[in-house]
């Protein structure tokens, strides 16, 4: 399948996985993932912005500001909230634990990149918004699950998420500048280890989330040596061929290449005019899509824990194909490198 079509494909998957609130699944199956999150959906529709999809991901911001707002009370009173949410609005119930800060940031960080890109009017958005950052204000500091809900912590990607939110240019009062600017020096003082950046504050770690302190939420250039270090770190102790482990103790489903890491690693790539090399996990994404063009959470090669696969497809089932957010990666790079014909692109 061409980039054109796998990317024509990607806006029809992520369309037909769109509920009528304007939430975005995370995909059909398990069914664990037939909900919503605020962090993978505000990719999702960023990257349908991007697309010139602006319908979609505008449907996602008007459901992101109902959840916002049925929310604000227990919001105001610093409750850590869950990330992930029904179709409908609602807590999921359930073992699995969703308690998770950074799509308050990102939903907000997406729109604000959505009303640059086509000049919208945020004026239906801004109340949620400016709830949701002053939230993220007062309650950064709160340690939560990571985006993988498997370790409790502060966490750097989540700190960049929310960063990202308060400097989307949405809300400008001096408390959303001075949470910003203490996020990032809490993230340069303490999340630092062995000159690259840290998974968790005060805790070290290793996790390939933290591309997205630079790329593309903007806590660093992503040309900043920290970057530079992290990156290759990255690229030296998770990286397989073109794919992106998650960290090195994962276990979830053996520990396969994550396509939404060779994304956000490619998207980096271009940032800092490593062009081959983004263009190269492009197409390694690409490879990676089935032949009806749906790609899945992660590839079944190069497991870290192979004996473990067969455990989580006994509890859950295969793993999720189509993931929206892997389909949203790949038309985020592919748009960042100018590879598709698409009208609307921007």
């Known amino acids: 399948m061409s980039l054109d079509g796998l990317a024509a494909r990607s806006v029809a998957v992520i369309r037909e996985h769109q509920a009528a609130s304007g939430a975005y699944l995370a995909a059909p199956f398990p069914d664990a ?20 999809e602006c ?7 008007f459901w992101c500001a109902g959840v916002v707002e049925a929310r604000a009370g227990r919001m105001a009173a610093r409750e850590l909230l869950d990330g992930r949410f029904t179709v409908d609005g609602q807590e999921v119930r359930g073992e699995w634990s969703a308690t998770q800060l950074d799509g308050y940031g990102a939903w907000v960080w997406a729109l604000g990149a959505h009303v640059r890109r086509h000049g919208v009017d945020p004026a239906p958005w801004l ?7 002053r939230y993220a204000a007062d ?3 709160t340690p939560c699950f990571d985006w993988w809900e498997e370790r409790r912590g502060v966490h750097v990607a989540t700190l960049a998420a929310l960063h990202g939110g308060l400097t989307s240019g949405l809300v400008q009062e001096d408390w959303a500048m001075e949470a910003a600017e203490s996020i990032r020096s809490a ?20 996790d390939a989330s ?12 992503p040309d900043d040596p920290l970057m530079d ?5 990255v690229e030296s102790e998770l990286m397989v061929g073109g794919g992106v482990h998650r960290h090195p103790g994962d276990e979830f489903y053996g520990g396969g290449l994550w396509v939404i890491l060779a994304g956000l690693l490619g998207w980096q790539y271009a940032r800092v005019g490593r062009v081959e090399e ?16 749906e790609l899945p959470e992660q590839l079944e090669e190069h497991l870290l824990y192979p004996r473990k696969r067969a455990e989580w497809m006994d509890r859950w089932g295969p793993p999720a194909r189509p993931l929206l957010w892997s389909h949203a990666l790949f038309l985020a790079l592919a748009v960042e490198l100018g590879a598709l014909s698409l009208e609307n692109a921007a």
């Open 33 to 52: 993932y037939r909900n919503a999150w605020l962090r993978d959906g505000a990719f999702v529709a960023d990257a349908m912005s991007r697309a010139g």
């Open 55 to 61: 319908a979609s991901a505008e449907a996602f911001f």
């Open 127 to 133: 109340p949620a918004a400016r709830l949701s950052l």
């Open 139 to 141: 309650c950064w500091q």
């Open 187 to 206: 993230v340069l003082r303490e999340g630092v280890a062995d000159r690259r950046l840290a998974a968790r504050l005060g805790e070290g770690g290793l």
């Open 210 to 221: 933290v591309i997205v302190v630079a790329t593309p939420f903007g806590l660093l250039e």
């Open 229 to 233: 270090d992290t990156v290759r770190t």
């Open 278 to 293: 983004a263009r190269a996990e492009l197409d390694w994404i690409a490879a990676a899509a089935s032949g009806a063009g």
